[in-house]
């Protein structure tokens, strides 16, 4: 029996009821909601257009039990080259309004913190700068609390709006979700961490406190944060972002780079020529290929450095 029978036809036609019949896609290829271009089907797509909608196909998912995991933009994620069972609920693309209030910007989950930030710029707000060149949708950035250049999420981060799971019932279900709103203060925000993640949260919004600013003057610097990414980063090849998180007292890409593995390969998989925290796909690389090359470069650097790479990059579904 093929594992999609997990999925009833009455969980089906609940999620088309919940999120529309046209927004609901089966043994959907990963790859092509990656950055990283790679991970085989899963068994139901989902793509909800406004938080109502998100909440629904939550609430169909919890209450028959199926399994479930909410996707952004992919930034950071490498799929099993077997896809993934049960659903994923594709919050990029159609859940992605932005609105201007003052110096505050609202955002749906699915909206990509570059079309945030150039938003801001559009209104003369600043914050966003260092963050623009960050692939990764509202719900995922505050998930991971993303940054870069010494500024991060929470630093203009005010409130989410979030799905909260309900409790596990005693034959495995959950009961209905609950919304909540939640200040930036309540979600203990740190490197790479966040309650959002501890706690399984979900992102429907998020409102960024911002200050007025000389709109041409954050354009310069965000075509100062491009080029400084664009020259240090492999930006032009498919990658999950840095694959290790910085270990404490080390840059994690140096370490790589000291231990001789510049452009060290597993198939199509191949540390970054540019920059050795990044693996990059060149082409055609499975989960398979991506993930040796993680676990040589982690036991090089643990036998020549005695230095734990911790990956940063998340693997879901089925290898």
């Known amino acids: 029996m093929h594992e999609y029978d997990r999925i009833s036809d009455e969980v089906l036609c609940a999620l088309g009821a919940a999120v529309g019949d046209d927004n609901l896609q089966l043994f959907e290829p990963m790859s092509q909601h990656t950055t990283f271009q790679i991970g085989g089907p899963a068994d139901v797509v989902v793509t909800p257009t406004d938080a109502d909608a998100v909440v629904r196909a939550l609430d169909v ?58 938003a801001a710029a559009d209104a003369e707000l600043s914050g966003l700068e260092p963050l623009w060149g960050i692939p990764a949708t509202v719900g995922g950035a505050c998930h991971m609390n993303a940054g870069a250049y010494d500024a991060c999420t929470a630093d203009v981060l005010e409130s989410v709006r979030a799905y909260v799971p309900g409790p596990v019932l005693s034959d495995g279900t959950r009961a209905r979700g609950s919304v909540r709103t939640f200040a930036v203060s309540e979600l203990a925000m740190g490197y790479r961490k966040s309650r959002i993640h501890d706690e399984g949260l979900i992102v429907l919004e998020a409102t960024f406190a911002l ?40 840059f994690a890409g140096k370490l790589i780079m000291d231990a001789g593995l510049r452009g060290a390969s597993v198939g199509a998989a191949q540390v970054s020529e540019k920059h050795c925290g990044f693996v990059v796909n060149t082409g055609g690389a499975t989960a398979a290929d991506v993930n040796a090359l993680i676990e040589h470069v982690r036991d090089e650097v643990r036998a020549q450095f005695g230095v734990e790479l911790e990956p940063e990059v998340k693997r879901i579904g089925e290898f």
């Not at 041409?216 to 664009?230: F, K, L, N």
């Open 61 to 118: 998912c919890a209450i028959a039990g199926a399994p479930v995991m909410v996707v952004g933009n992919g930034s950071d994620l490498l799929v099993g080259d077997r896809g993934i069972r049960g659903v994923v609920v594709l919050l990029r693309d159609r859940f992605a309004d932005i609105a201007v209030d003052g110096t505050r910007i609202r955002a749906a989950a699915g909206a990509l913190l570059h079309d945030v930030a150039l």
């Open 211 to 250: 200050a007025p600013g000389n709109g041409r003057m954050i354009r310069v610097e965000m075509d100062d944060y491009q080029r400084r990414r664009e020259e240090k980063q492999p930006l032009d090849m498919a990658s999950a972002g840095s694959t290790f998180k910085r270990p404490e007292g080390y």
